[in-house]
């Protein structure tokens, strides 16, 4: 017996896909959110891409870390044609090691050359999870080296298809004969070429970000996408709009050894056009608490209820935008001050059970373990990619600080080679755990599922009106003031990279202290104007 929860129209094609749900019961299980915007989507045309990662299945998963990897000019196998050519900065955590090699793995980062990898897994090209058979090679790459060999070996969005291409067989990599991989990989370039690719162990779809997903008059993301992988390339300039990804993805098609994708062991009835929502197991007096619950399905994405109800067509958007930005849209909790996408929680103020809120179904919720931002280059911008930037949270972002730094810069700031420890700290102050370590997703930190909405924003308060939020969002917004006055400082000098590089490092290194000074004290930082010259514009 099951609890009949809502219903959805379907379009005879889209009969397959049925509404998705998966109760994140399996402890490797990451259930990360991303997004892409570029061109007229964007305040300056620049591409932006943001992910949230969510992870809880190894007991440090959550001391995330940057880390810097310089080339070695190695190569994987007889399948690698770039060879390990490039120098990346990512996020990863203590114990992201891949299980073949040992070589440190990463999650999300961007390389010096321009080009950033944002990857969150995909549980319906998961095979063997989703009761299907399986499509990848257990002797084949992980994701997180996946990601490590894109950031490492390509340079444009078209040599991260190849590399996909190339590995469909296994690319000569331990013997294999396919990936093991299961991802959704958000990708951009220095010329603001901006694509989603999903990929399985053997197969990959490419959807070019070339115009806007917008819901349709049922308030859904109906709106088909196509396979761009085997059509003309746009040029870059054409590229121009807006997608986000959820777990889920979205071709339409049974592969020849049967796998079908967009399935889900935990699949709903479909009568006709009509799709029967239904939680496994049944639960009163709510369904599915806590789980990732899939109540609206499109076509780019799943539509959380209401975890990743965010509405990403009310605003023309920026690098604060998916930070914290006060706005004239109605987007996260239908409220026009501020959007603040990766630390989305709802609604609030929030007064119930002395503003206890359970945080499993939002986009920032209790296993999330950090968030970047990342900034590129467009056509005409100078230094080749040189200036992209990354915006960073080391710690569940509702209460972290997002620093900037920049891959050119070399290695990341040392102040924040201990943030994780701060940010945890502050974490204390929200939910209520005793032991650190993860390890499960109701074990250790994650014990509490619900925040303090109280301590994280003040009692009646609204995002950063009051509690930890309060100082953290006063301080970003100086950060943003100086940011912002280097870029366009940067962009109007010719600098040799040498001293290109000098600049980058002074930059982050002083951002990056003096935000985690206030952070980690709890005081607004008394900004003064940006010493950096205003450029002459000719």
Known sequence: MSHHVGTRRYQPLQCLLAGLLLFGLAEGIRASSSALAVGLATVDGRPLA?????SWST?????????????????????DRYTDRFNFLAVNSVDSFDPITGEEIVWMGCNEQGL???????????????????????????????????????????????ILRDTNDGGGFNNSVARNTWGLFAVFDRWGRTAYFEADGDSFTRDNTTEQYLQDPNGHYSQVHD?????????????????WRANFS?????????????????????????????????????????GINDFETSTSAVKRWDRIGIRMDDAVKDYKYFIQKATNGYGLPLQDRIETVPRSIGELPYEENG??????????????????????????????????????????????IFVPVFPFAGDPPTALDDMW???????????????????????????DHSIDTYALAGVGGYYGDGGIQATVFKNERCAYTWFDSFMRWMRNTNFDDVRLRTELRNHQEFLAATLKAHYINGTVWNCQAPPYPVPVVW
């Not at 943001?50 to 969510?54: I, L, P, T």
């Not at 007991?59 to 399948?79: D, I, M, V, Y």
């Not at 085997?230 to 709009?241: F, K, L």
Request: aromatic share 12%; hydrophobic share 30%.
């Open 421 to 447: 420890v701060y940010t945890n700290q502050k974490r204390h102050l929200v939910y209520t755990y005793f032991d650190d370590d993860a390890g499960g997703y109701s074990t250790g930190r994650n014990i």
């Open 50 to 54: 943001w992910k949230n990662r969510d």
């Open 250 to 290: 979205r071709v339409l098609f049974t592969k020849p050894n049967g796998f079908q994708y967009f399935r889900d062991v935990y699949h709903n009835e479909v009568v006709g056009n009509e799709v029967i929502l239904q939680c496994h197991p049944p639960q009163e007096p709510y369904p599915c608490p806590d």
């Open 227 to 243: 396979d761009d992988k085997d059509g003309p390339d746009p040029e870059p300039g054409q590229y121009s709009g807006y997608d």
């Open 116 to 162: 950033c990898v944002m990857q969150t897994a995909a549980h319906t090209l998961d095979g063997p999870q989703q009761g299907f058979p399986a499509s990848q090679d257990p002797n084949g790459v992980s994701p997180g080296l996946f990601n490590k060999w894109l950031l490492s070996r390509a340079e444009t969005v078209d040599e991260v298809e190849q």
């Open 355 to 400: 503003g206890q809120k359970a945080t499993g179904l939002h986009v920032n919720r209790f296993v999330t373990v950090s968030s970047v931002v990342a900034i590129g280059s467009k056509i005409g911008d100078p230094y080749d990619g040189k200036l992209t930037a990354m915006w960073v949270a080391l710690g569940e972002p509702a209460v972290s």
């Open 59 to 79: 007991p440090e998963t959550w001391k995330n870390r940057l880390t810097r990897h310089a080339a070695t000019f190695g190569s994987w196998g007889s399948g």
